[in-house]
C-alpha cells in the first residue's frame, strides 16, 4: 500500500490527528472491509475533492490508520527492550505489558484495530519489537538459544498478544489478572531461569 500523498503531512498536526481519529473509530466500529469511505470524509469535515488530495482512496486510508495505530501501540508497549541484567529484563517486560494493556483498556479503538495493525505491511515493526525482546533475553541468558529464532519471535509475539487480551478482559470484568501466569507461561517457553520471576 501506499503512504499517504504528500500533502496529508502538510497539514498542521492537530487536523491529522483529527482526520485519524475520526477515521480509526470508523474502521474500529465497522471493521476495515466494510467502513465506508465517504462517511468517514464526511465525519472528518473534508470534501471529496480534498480527500482524494490525501489519500488515494478507502485503502490508503486504512493504511494510515492502521501505521498510526501500530505507532500507538508501540509507543505504549515502549523502547525496543534493553537490559544490563535479567532482573531489568523481566522489570521492562512487565512494566511495557502493563502499559500496553492499560492503553487498549482506554482506546478501545486501537483495540478493535490492534491485531490487524500488527499484521499490517506483513507486520514487520511489530516483530521488529519482540525480535528485539528476544535477541536480548538470549543475550542475557533468559531465553533458550536451542531453538530457531524465528520460532522464538513468533511463539513471544503469540503469547504476549494472548496475555494482553486475557489482562484485558480481567479488567473490564472487573478483576484483577494474575500476570505471574504470563511470567510462569514465557519462562516455560523460553525454558530458562526466568521461571524465578514468576514466583
Known amino acids: 500500500m501506499t503512504p499517504p500523498l504528500p500533502r496529508f503531512h502538510r497539514l498542521p498536526p492537530e487536523r491529522r490527528t483529527e482526520i485519524l481519529a475520526v477515521a ?3 474502521f474500529a466500529e465497522h471493521g476495515p472491509q466494510h467502513a465506508s469511505y465517504n462517511k468517514i ?9 480534498a480527500a482524494y488530495h490525501y489519500f488515494d482512496g478507502r485503502e490508503d486510508l486504512l493504511s494510515t490508520v492502521l501505521d498510526d495505530v501500530l505507532a500507538r501501540l508501540l509507543d505504549a508497549l515502549g523502547p525496543d527492550p534493553s537490559a544490563s541484567d535479567p532482573d531489568t529484563f523481566w522489570a521492562g517486560l512487565e512494566s511495557g505489558t502493563d502499559a500496553l494493556t492499560a ?9 478493535a484495530l490492534a491485531e490487524v495493525a500488527a499484521a499490517h505491511e506483513g507486520g514487520a515493526a511489530w516483530r521488529g519489537w519482540f525480535t528485539a525482546l528476544v535477541d536480548e533475553g538470549q543475550r542475557l541468558g533468559v531465553i533458550r538459544t536451542d531453538l530457531d529464532r524465528e520460532l522464538l519471535v513468533g511463539a513471544t509475539t503469540a503469547v504476549v498478544g494472548a496475555a494482553d487480551l486475557w489482562a484485558l478482559s480481567a479488567l473490564t470484568a472487573g478483576r484483577q489478572p494474575d500476570r505471574a501466569q504470563v511470567w510462569t507461561l514465557l519462562a516455560g517457553l523460553w525454558g530458562t531461569k526466568g521461571a524465578d520471576r514468576a514466583h
Open 24 to 26: 480509526r473509530q470508523h
Open 41 to 49: 470524509i464526511e465525519a472528518a469535515g473534508i470534501s471529496k475533492t
Open 103 to 111: 492503553h487498549l483498556l482506554g482506546h478501545p479503538d486501537d483495540l
